[in-house]
């Protein structure tokens, strides 16, 4: 495993051209600030485009090589071996890893429950949903690196729409019970660190039933037909649901830093993230569209089951044109396991850096500032929720453990994780160089809630030194 202070690292901004943040002279930018490819990158472009395959991290000769118990990882096989055959869940795939090589990896099930002549594969593609947060979080702190974006910057400075943007103040007549809804101005503009932290104000309009969140709904901002840009002319004439820096409020704000990434790169976000981290980290199949490597297909729930409110649909036939950067990244667990080793080796990977060590820690240190308050979703988000009675914060983009004994489930101070909306599941312990990843496609919350608590007390409870 290379680590942070090995010599000779290659920082990747030097080695890959930064399409988009240079305008050659005599060439236009297009409307929308971007650059239109010349010829030179659209060839290169093109000789680029054959699929690549991920490789792998090492992989250990056991589980025991790497600290853990190869008996007792076995009951992750006989939890879900027993749930997939009584069809509680279509299948699942699960990799731990521990001191940079992975320790133990297993498909269980079917891609598609109704499909046996589809079995779930290692390299199976999922939809992560929020576990794309901690990619383009990562991807934003490159900019900073590059002096182009800074947390303390108003929102409004990339997104003017912003600056006109009040808070919905909610209240009940006493007489009727008449919900109404007033306006009062912010008491102090939005910023970008409110948008790695959840406390810019904005909500999703799924994930309750204020009178926000019902404008929300009824303006279609998780089309998946939108743009970056049309979905933040949509949010800014919105009402916040509460005062920028004052409350937790699990909602959008990672989608708004992905306009943001775009706005100051020149790029489209899915080009920005592709060449700038997936690619570097050798990510190759993990994109906003489905990427394919050795007929393994895309993973997806019961059919009988809906899509939750809470994600918008995903066709192959006809991919979002939306690049969500709160929910639409698709990956397998051996990409994701290459970022989450990344992080582990204070940002850096096969000697290409992506992030200084400084910035992964600060990317990973509780950023809610003393005495902010919790939005009424914040507890349906389980083990996830930042919450100082869980001793539990939330750092840039990702969860992070602040104390020991408070949280339901086993891990370390320093600790950090997140989940998405249809089960997939990750979490990275410094102190044990250990991670654990759960890609699994499931509606029913409750039921994919479970899970994350079983992985932590299984793998944690395997561990032999």
Not at 51 to 66: F, G, Q, V
Not at 99 to 121: C, L, N, T, V, Y
Not at 159 to 169: D, K, M, T
Not at 317 to 343: I, V
Request: hydrophobic share 40%.
């Amino acid at each position: 495993m290379v680590t942070a202070k090995t010599p000779g690292i290659i920082r990747q901004t030097a080695a890959l051209p930064r399409i988009g943040t240079h305008t050659p002279h005599g060439t236009a930018r297009r409307a929308n600030g971007s650059v239109p490819a010349t010829g030179a990158v659209r060839r290169n472009m093109k000789e680029t485009a054959l699929p690549l395959k991920t490789c792998p991290l090492d992989r250990a000769e056991s589980p025991e090589a790497a600290g853990l118990s190869a008996r007792r990882l076995q009951a992750i096989s006989s939890v879900l071996n027993a749930d997939v055959d009584r069809r509680k869940i279509p299948g699942a795939v699960v990799l731990i890893a521990r001191k940079g090589r992975i320790a133990w990896f297993e498909a269980f099930g079917f891609e598609h429950a109704d499909a046996p002549s589809r079995p779930m594969q290692r390299h199976s593609v999922f939809r992560i949903a929020a576990m794309t947060r901690p990619v383009v979080g990562a991807a934003a702190l490159m900019l900073m690196e590059e002096g182009r974006l800074a947390l303390n910057d108003p929102v409004e400075h990339y997104i003017p729409e912003f600056a006109r943007v009040q808070v919905g103040v909610e209240t009940v007549d006493a007489n009727s019970g008449e919900r109404r809804l007033a306006l009062a101005p912010v008491r102090r503009a939005m910023t970008v660190h409110d948008l790695f932290r959840h406390t810019s104000g904005l909500t999703y309009g799924q994930f309750g039933d204020s009178l926000v969140q019902r404008q929300y709904r009824e303006n279609g901002l998780m089309d998946p037909a939108q743009s970056n840009a049309e979905m933040v002319t949509k949010l800014a004439a919105l009402p916040l649901q509460c005062q920028p820096g004052e409350v937790f409020e699990y909602g959008m704000s990672t989608d708004v830093l992905g306009r943001i990434i775009e706005i100051v790169s020149g790029m489209d976000l899915d080009r920005f993230v592709a060449e700038r981290v997936t690619q570097p980290l050798g990510m190759h199949a993990t994109g906003f569209r489905l990427i394919r490597q050795d007929g393994a297909g895309l993973a997806v729930p019961f059919r009988d089951s809906a899509v939750p409110s809470a994600l918008f649909a995903y066709d192959d036939d006809n991919p979002p044109r939306w690049h969500s950067g709160g929910a639409g990244l698709l990956s397998t667990a051996g990409d994701y396991a290459r970022f989450c080793q990344m992080l582990l080796n204070g940002g850096v990977l096969d000697r290409v850096r992506v992030l200084s060590r400084k910035s992964v820690d600060l990317m990973l240190a509780n950023h809610l500032p003393p005495g902010a308050d919790y939005g009424g979703s914040t507890r349906g988000l389980g083990i996830n929720a930042p919450l100082p009675e869980l001793g539990q914060g939330h750092g840039l983009a990702v969860g992070v453990r602040t104390e020991r004994g408070l949280c339901p489930v086993p891990g370390s101070v320093g600790d950090f994780y997140w989940g998405g909306a249809l089960g997939t599941y990750f979490w990275a312990d410094p102190q044990e160089q250990l991670f654990a990843i759960l890609m699994l496609q499931e509606n029913d919350l409750a039921t994919r809630a479970g899970y994350r608590s079983l992985l932590r007390n299984i793998v944690y409870g395997a561990l032999e030194d």
